[in-house]
């Protein structure tokens, strides 16, 4: 199975900060890397698919990038709204694996 | 408005069995994988299986394999999730989440049920 390492596990930052989380996979995934945010009692957003993409409806200030192994999801202007928990989750191969998840406080 | 909403969690005993459902509207069920990830108390995201559009590739999580069946209703825009031979483990909330259209197993998700809980208790 692949293992996917998030980094950190959680953090606090300001509004307006610049945000980076960073995601490691036990070996090379090429691209198939998703990011996903989730709020407590919600469900679970897509972010970012193909480790770079926006999906649709996404702030601009959300960005990845990445490919082989390690990835980041950066947040370039932190915002009230962007609290929550972070995943990472790979899509090259079953068992499809998330990462423990960063959580984000404002 | 693309929305899932499960339905058929509550509290079973160890050894028990339920089955969740999972009703999609505002699109089309039958072009996308469709799939089930769960969230046990104070854990992250874990997927558990998942179902191409005409069933013919199904997969599943290691912990759940033997015990659990997916299957989808297209006519009906429907998922289900058979859970046999439960375990306290397997206490989470259950999400239901469409994945990419045609894919036969590489994918994301792009949009997610609010999910519904599974207790397992004696």
């Known amino acids: 199975d692949i293992q996917m390492t998030q980094s950190p596990s959680s953090l606090s930052a300001s509004v307006g900060d610049r945000v980076t989380i960073t995601c490691r996979a036990s070996q090379s995934i090429s691209n198939y890397l998703n990011w996903y945010q989730h709020k407590p009692g919600k469900a679970p957003k897509l972010l970012i698919y193909a480790a770079s993409s926006l999906q649709s409806g996404v702030p601009s200030r959300f960005t990845g990038s990445g490919s082989g192994t390690d990835f980041t999801l950066t947040i370039s202007s932190l915002q009230p709204e962007d609290f929550g928990t972070y995943y990472c989750q790979q899509s090259y191969t079953t068992p499809l694996t998330f990462g423990g998840g960063t959580k984000v406080e404002i | 408005e693309v929305q899932m909403v499960e339905s058929g969690g509550g509290l079973v005993k160890p050894g028990g069995s339920l089955r969740l459902s999972c009703a999609a509207s505002g699109f089309t069920l039958s072009p996308y994988i469709m799939n089930w990830v769960r969230q046990a108390p104070g854990k992250g995201l874990e997927w558990v299986s998942s179902i191409s559009t005409s069933s013919s590739y199904i997969y599943y999580a290691d912990s759940v394999k033997g015990r659990f069946t997916i299957s989808r209703d297209n006519a009906k825009n429907s998922l289900y999730l058979q859970m046999n031979s439960l375990r306290v483990e397997d206490t989470a909330v259950y999400y239901c989440?469409?994945?990419?259209?045609?894919?036969?197993?590489?994918?994301?998700?792009?949009?997610w049920g609010r999910g519904t809980l599974v207790t397992v208790s004696s």
């Open positions: 989440a469409r994945g990419e259209e045609k894919a036969t197993s590489r994918t994301n998700f792009d949009y």
